[in-house]
């Protein structure tokens, strides 16, 4: 089935919802834009030949076929239709999940399950998932995922402290020291175990890319190292900017909010005026949901997965 143009305003309708941009002075056309373009360009790449193939190529599942890693627009009666298509969590085979997005509301989880259950189970049975992917334009209760936090610069004036203690301060490197990076998440998995399958530790080409730009910083306290701050420049909905992909501190320094300063440090210094600040987080990773909160950024939505 194709994506054809009303159809294709119907999702772009319901993604929307699944936002809550309130505050952010947000151009809504330039959302629209995106989220249009977005769409589009998902449902149409995910479904080429070449895609498939590469994909099935590369994951090597026995009893799946190419056709099975395409993109899917189903047509579930009176006017409702959703996309959907397979996804492994982090890239882990052992970690398949469907991405289902609608083109209407769901009333409840009951009825997303109910829905996958009966009209699409079949589609994705070679994989054997293990829970359904949908946006909340809320924190989405107790399911995993992440959500997604944002800061304008509005924002972050207003919830700007006047005076930062501990006297923190930040330094660009020198060249990226990618190998203390991995300590310190060896530590945090070594205390967290139960994190290692919803937070990854950084592929070196991410960390030397935010490097290479000028937006990665480590975190000096009295003259010791104790983390660092990245971010590359990623629009978000249309709109120029920064998206944070690490904010790490050493086991000895965290719950002493010098996370939340190195982010207000680092937003100083980088957010211009009509620029936004964004990440994920996994809501299961407190500390870092208090630290951005603190620094004036917003959940705009959050993923739930629904297990099977």
Known sequence: MDLDEQTLEEFVRTERASYQLEGLGMDESLVLSDLRSGIKR?????????VC???????NLAGTKPVDFAEQLVDLGEGRKVICGI????????????KLTANFAWESTEQILSTYQCLLADRFAMFSPKWIQVMTPSGGGNAGGSLELVCGALLFAQNKKSEIEPPLELRSPASLDYDWYRKIYD?????????????????REEMEESFSLGLLREGFL????????????????????????EIALEASCRGRGLGAVMQQRFLEEELGAGMLAWGTIDRRNLSSLRTAISNGRKITRGEMFLEL
């Open 53 to 59: 193939e590469s994909r099935h190529g590369s994951c």
């Open 42 to 50: 998902d449902f149409e790449e995910l479904r080429e030949e070449s």
């Open 87 to 98: 996804r492994f969590l982090g890239m882990n085979l052992a970690r398949p999940f469907v």
């Open 222 to 245: 009295d003259g010791r190292r104790i983390g660092l701050i990245a971010a590359i420049r990623e629009p978000y909905l249309g709109h120029d900017a920064l998206y944070f992909i």
């Open 187 to 203: 530590e945090f998995f070594a205390e967290n175990p139960a994190m290692r399958d919803w937070v990854q530790c950084n592929p």
